[in-house]
């Protein structure tokens, strides 16, 4: 394993505590310019997310209407009642984006979709990367805020749904994550800049509360406005 993700693991509680948990369930509260940009604005604002930890499965709930809910795995995203009647069912998601770009808009499943795979990216980082099938390669450190940044840069496997296939992860000298870079490949490549804020430790992980998302520049910084996506995390429980 790579010398400076043993550290960031340890940093985040250890990857042997990790893998004696299962599930993450947690409340989000969510703004930012994209939702109504893909003609969803307020439909997640305030939901409840469950993800499993060691398989890419997610449910949001309410989704678009009380008693709704979804099912996502890379393979199919689902809509569904509490009961489990399905309302909408789209088999390979991945590619009903195909020519896609910042302004198209999404259907409901594609919606579902998408934030069933990047929440559970997001929740699981940095532990997913101790799976099977990850490349790393540590580049030259990065100066932002006043703290040397460490680099590493990770190309995923095939069987993760991702953003993109190679992303960039910005560790500061405590192993924390402070900042993450990639494309939306799913939204014509859009580069995209991922800062994570206020740190807390839930069950023995630490894991940030606060994620601010912006367009980012050719130069590696970003402008202030807009906020793409703003994720804020509470009621944080592991089993």
């Not at 994209?34 to 969803?40: F, R, S, T």
């Not at 604005?41 to 008693?67: C, M, N, Y």
């Not at 099977?132 to 590493?152: I, K, N």
């Amino acid at each position: 394993m790579n010398a400076l993700l043993k550290q960031v693991l340890k940093a985040h509680g250890g990857l042997q505590h990790w893998k004696s948990l299962n599930k993450l369930t947690a409340h989000l509260s969510q703004g930012g310019i994209l939702w109504p940009l893909k003609g969803h604005g307020g439909k997640l604002d305030e939901v409840d997310v469950s993800i499993e930890l060691h398989r890419q499965w997610t449910s949001h709930s309410p989704f678009g209407a009380a008693g709704r809910r979804t099912s996502v795995t890379p393979q199919h995203a689902i809509i569904e009642t509490a009961d489990g009647t399905v309302v909408e069912s789209l088999p390979s998601p991945r590619d009903s984006f195909a020519g896609f770009g910042l302004e198209s808009q999404w259907s409901e499943p594609q919606l579902a979709y998408f934030v069933g795979y990047a929440i559970w990216n997001y929740l699981t980082l940095p532990f997913a990367f101790a799976e099977p099938g990850f490349e790393f390669e540590e580049l030259v450190s990065w100066q932002e805020g006043g703290e040397s940044l460490r680099r590493l840069k990770v190309r995923y496997p095939d069987s993760i749904a991702t953003h993109s296939r190679e992303q960039t992860f910005y560790f500061a000298e405590d192993g924390k994550l402070r900042r993450h870079d990639y494309d939306v490949d799913i939204s014509g490549g859009t580069p995209a800049v991922h800062y994570f804020h206020d740190y807390g430790t839930f069950d023995g992980i630490s894991m940030p509360t606060r994620h601010l998302i912006y367009v980012r520049d050719a130069d590696l910084g970003h402008q202030p406005e807009p906020l793409v996506v703003s994720i804020g995390v509470s009621q944080i429980k592991f089993s």
